[in-house]
């Protein structure tokens, strides 16, 4: 579903805009009057593109459109303008409006822009849409449709609804922090706090005052009176990460609040009654840990009611495509790129890959390769070379020639006719390594294949399929699996 908000303060140009775009499949198009009612509109609709008009009373459409790339750099704005304001169309482009179209507006015009605009922008916001997920703060997303990262949601879910405490267990680099942030944003405690504290940083001598907070001349050095994190948390949520490194005497004291819900602060002889939420998370084994007297069994069992166990990305695979797309979006924001995707060479690359660093890992790879990257999609080459040296890439020519190919493949396969040709088939049984995999190779050629192909006949599908002799559905599910984007080859 793509919405749109036509902004302009002639009701006859909203209306005849609006009809041309409802034409389109699953468009829902929506109206603002002027720039300030379209902020209104924008800050809560969740829109795809907006259709600006300049001149408007009140907010004028270059202050409405700062204002919502303000809000949301990623919403596309199309100015629409008299031919006599030609100027300030202009002018918004170079502030980030990504085209503009004149008055008055044609259909056919009009509907070819904004599907060009979408087509890019779709793959991978759409893409990242239709992955099961969780929202958590900021907008942020956690991504997984794995059989158990279901179950984890599901539990996640439950949780939400009680207010008991919560053990998250599984390697670093897993998610423990989000899955707490999610807990906590879907719960009672919503409006309160999340307070997170990681247990490994505290000093011992420091613990109890950290937690349950001390009066003024507890012991050395407490000069002033001090609030503890338990307090802080009131009516939110105390996050305790690596629970695994709490000593044995806080874990006792521990044990004392989640039963009784009360702490006493240090020197105080005043107690404190708390409703805070506790989530723990470690990575620690605790079972083999209270084997070995370093882990109380009583609080193991008190916290291990409803446990959340996130597996490592290698037992869950099926998600790295999606939690890359997922990455790219975010880096397209935050580095304010427009990568669209990732070769399938990269992504074999990712899949294949055992992530001891797990999900943090992939995180940190996806922004490297980013920084590297200035085409269309990530390639192997922009991939950081401790990955590739991990997953067996030679690193030398061949890399390079990998880059090469992927190049061609991308931008210049028009050019490259004729002698071309036979150099680029040699470059293909060149790339060292992975030399003789048929199905990448095949997967290679028919891309460049279907990419030659639309821009012979100017992205349009039916004609691409009957001259290149692929049936239409056929051609449809490479285009997407190789996420071509056909109407870049409609001029
Ligand atoms: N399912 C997910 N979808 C999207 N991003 C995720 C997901 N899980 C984790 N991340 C991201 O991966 C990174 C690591 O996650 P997090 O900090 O929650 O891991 P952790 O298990 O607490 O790691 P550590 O044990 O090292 O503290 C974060 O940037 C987080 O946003
Ligand atoms: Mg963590």
């Known amino acids: 579903m793509m919405k749109v908000l036509v902004v302009d303060d ?9 009809n041309s775009l409802q034409t389109i499949d699953r468009f829902q198009v929506d109206e603002a009057f002027d720039g300030i009612n379209a902020l209104e509109k924008v800050k809560v609709g969740a829109y795809n593109l907006v259709m600006l008009d300049v001149d408007m009373p009140r907010m004028n459409g270059l202050a409405a459109l ?6 949301d750099p990623t919403i596309i704005v199309i100015i629409m303008t008299a031919y006599a304001n030609i100027n300030d169309a202009v002018k918004a482009v170079k502030h980030g409006a990504y085209n503009y179209i004149s008055k008055p507006v044609k259909s056919d015009e009009l509907k070819e822009l904004v599907n060009k605009a979408l087509a890019a922008h779709s793959l991978i916001s759409e893409a990242a849409a239709s992955a099961p997920q969780l929202s ?7 991504i997984g449709s794995n059989a158990q990262m279901r179950k984890v949601f599901n539990v996640i879910h439950r949780l939400s609804k009680v207010d008991t405490p919560v053990l998250i267990l599984g390697a670093s680099g897993t998610g423990k922090e989000l899955v707490a ?3 906590h944003l879907n719960s009672a405690q919503k409006d309160g706090k999340f307070v997170a504290i ?3 940083a505290i000093p011992e001598n420091l613990f109890e005052s950290e937690l349950f907070g001390h009066e ?10 001090k609030i503890g994190k338990f307090q802080y948390a009131e009516g939110g949520t105390l996050f305790l990460d690596e629970l695994g490194d709490m000593p044995l005497f806080m874990q006792v004291k521990l044990l004392r609040v989640l039963q009784e819900k009360v702490f006493t602060p240090v020197g105080s002889n005043r107690e404190i009654e708390t409703t805070a939420r506790v989530i723990a998370a470690t990575n620690r084994p ?3 840990m209270i084997k070995d007297g370093k882990f109380r069994e009583d609080l193991y069992y008190r916290l291990n009611v409803m446990p959340i166990f996130l597996p490592s990305l290698s037992e869950r695979r099926d998600d790295i495509e999606q939690l890359v797309k997922n990455f790219i979006y975010k880096f397209n924001k935050k580095q304010g790129k427009k990568i669209i995707g ?3 060479e990269a992504l074999s690359l990712l899949k294949k890959y055992d992530w001891p660093g797990n999900i943090r890992e992939l995180e940190n790879v996806i922004e490297h390769a980013f920084i590297l990257e200035e085409g269309t999609h990530l390639t192997v080459s922009s991939l950081p070379e401790p990955f590739l040296i991990a997953t067996g890439v030679e690193l030398s020519a061949p890399n390079l020639k990998v880059k090469y190919f992927n190049e061609i493949d991308e931008n210049t396969a028009e050019q490259n006719e004729g002698d071309e040709e036979s150099i680029r088939s040699e470059e293909i049984v060149t790339i060292s390594g992975e030399s003789l995999d048929f199905n990448k190779h095949k997967e290679a050629f028919e891309r460049e294949f279907i990419v030659k192909a639309l821009k012979m006949f100017k992205g349009r599908i039916n004609q691409t399929a009957l001259h290149a002799n692929i049936p239409k559905k056929t051609l449809l599910r490479k285009i997407e699996k190789y996420g071509i984007v056909a109407k870049d080859y409609s001029e």
């Open 216 to 225: 003024k001349g507890a012991f050395t050095g407490a000069d002033q009176r």
């Open 342 to 344: 990732v070769t399938p």
């Open 10 to 18: 002639d009701a006859g140009i909203r209306l005849s805009v609006k």
């Open 66 to 71: 700062t204002a919502i790339k303000e809000f």
């Open 198 to 200: 990681n247990c490994s």
């Open 136 to 142: 958590t703060e900021n907008g942020r997303k956690m």
């Open 181 to 183: 942030r999610a807990i």
């Open 286 to 288: 605790l079972e083999a």
